[in-house]
């Protein structure tokens, strides 16, 4: 799974107010009924969330859950919590805010939790614009001005409030405006922290190795650099880079069939993509793709440039994929072994069935909502953060027919 999993209870809740500092009164709701390939699911509403955006278990079975605008809630036995005190201030703007939470794996002791976040730089410079960029069209924010960029920090979790927080990771450099922040976080089994790193819309610098932008980054929980990067000793390079050329990742999880990490990215106008990572592997962008950009103009596809690692799945058009996890069939036993990933322009659950590192099916499970964010309970259940100021948090289980 991709963040750390203990038990949590469900039970429905209604939030009062999506900016109120009061814990939110439990409620029962009826379930919906979504129907899938491999049967029905039922679908039940925890409690409403204001732009939710990453989610991740603390060993006793609380749920942390991240809001742009820079709160930082737990759920706890059908209550949502006022938010957590000592989160940083945060560039709440377009894409950007707070963005993932993770906690350490040696939390019982530690009591560590990761968050990454949208910081702008400070002091602003007077002269900062926006400069556009055809390519783009017209999804550019032309009156957003701030230089800011990508950060993550650690803290101890004390009660309701985090303690002693420390940045601990930034993007290099911070840009003008923009999204593209990517964000998500992720243990790997060596205890190491993976970071997607978007390309801040900028195209150029997810191939420019004296900047982490654009690419897959790997620190120490210290922040610091672990010798064995495969740049560490390459002139020019970033330490912290693992691989290089990617968009905007906005999922990540470990295999636990292959053990190998894979993530998924927006592509431009189509293209997005899931990619097997491996360190030193160069992913292509912005010089290959399955999309082409806004407005029109041509990307070559990867089969172009055989230099680059091609992705094992794509779409054209985009699902705008966001969120990323691996079943482990305790509750969706037909789900056992797929990768779940939340779609935001498709609405939708994407289930792919895979052998190894092939993707063999591709299921599109119809939310009629835009997902954010996936993670398994340890019951089994799927979760999901539903985006937007309307934000939901959403529990799924299978139909269970009644005896006859």
């Given at each position: 799974m991709r963040k750390v999993i203990a038990a949590v209870a469900f039970v429905t809740v209604a939030v009062a107010s999506k900016l109120s500092a009061q814990a939110a009164r439990p409620a029962t709701a009826a379930a919906a009924v979504k129907r899938t390939q491999t049967g029905n699911v039922n679908v039940v509403r925890l409690a409403s969330l204001d732009n939710p955006w990453g989610m991740a278990f603390l060993p006793d079975g609380r749920l942390l859950i991240t809001e742009k605008a820079g709160r930082l809630r737990i759920y706890d036995r059908g209550r949502l919590s006022a938010?957590?005190?000592?989160?940083?201030?945060?560039?709440?703007?377009?894409?950007?805010?707070l963005l993932d939470v993770a906690v350490d794996p040696g939390f019982a002791h530690n009591r560590l939790v990761y968050i990454s976040y949208a910081e702008l730089a400070e002091p602003q410079p007077a002269d900062a614009r926006e400069t556009g960029d055809p390519r783009f069209a017209t999804f550019i924010d032309m009156t957003d001005s701030q230089l800011k960029g990508g950060a993550v920090a650690r803290a101890r979790l004390d009660g309701s409030a985090l303690r002693d927080l420390q940045v601990i990771w930034r993007q290099t450099p911070k840009t003008v405006g923009r999204g593209h922040f990517g964000g998500r976080l992720l243990f790997a089994a060596d205890g190491t922290l993976l970071i997607t790193s978007g390309d801040r819309m900028r195209f150029d610098p997810a191939q420019d190795m004296s900047s982490n932008i654009g690419k897959m980054v790997r620190i120490n929980t210290d922040g610091s650099i672990p010798p064995d990067n495969p740049f560490v000793n390459r002139p020019g390079a970033l330490g912290d880079i693992w691989s290089v050329g990617h968009r905007n990742a906005l999922g990540m999880a470990i295999n636990p069939a292959t053990k190998g990490l894979w993530i998924h990215e927006m592509g431009p106008a189509g293209g997005d993509e899931v990619n097997v990572i491996m360190a030193g592997r160069n992913y292509g962008w912005h010089i290959v793709s399955n999309g082409d950009n806004y407005d029109g103009s041509h990307v070559p596809d990867h089969l172009t440039r055989k230099d680059f690692e091609a992705p094992v799945q794509a779409w054209t058009p985009s699902v705008s994929p966001s969120g990323l996890l691996f079943h482990s069939g305790r509750s969706f036993v037909r789900w056992r072994g797929n990768a779940l990933m939340?779609?935001?322009?498709?609405?939708?659950?994407?289930?792919?069935?895979?052998?190894?590192?092939?993707?063999?099916?591709?299921?599109?499970?119809?939310?009629?909502?835009?997902?954010?964010?996936?993670?398994?309970a340890p019951d089994g259940a799927v979760l999901l953060l539903v985006d937007g100021s309307a934000g939901e948090l959403l529990r799924l289980t299978p139909q269970v027919r009644p005896p006859r």
């Open positions: 938010p957590v005190e000592g989160v940083p201030a945060v560039a709440f703007k377009g894409q950007g805010g939340g779609g935001l322009s498709s609405k939708a659950l994407i289930r792919l069935t895979l052998d190894g590192n092939r993707v063999t099916a591709v299921e599109s499970i119809d939310m009629g909502k835009r997902i954010r964010d996936v993670i398994e």
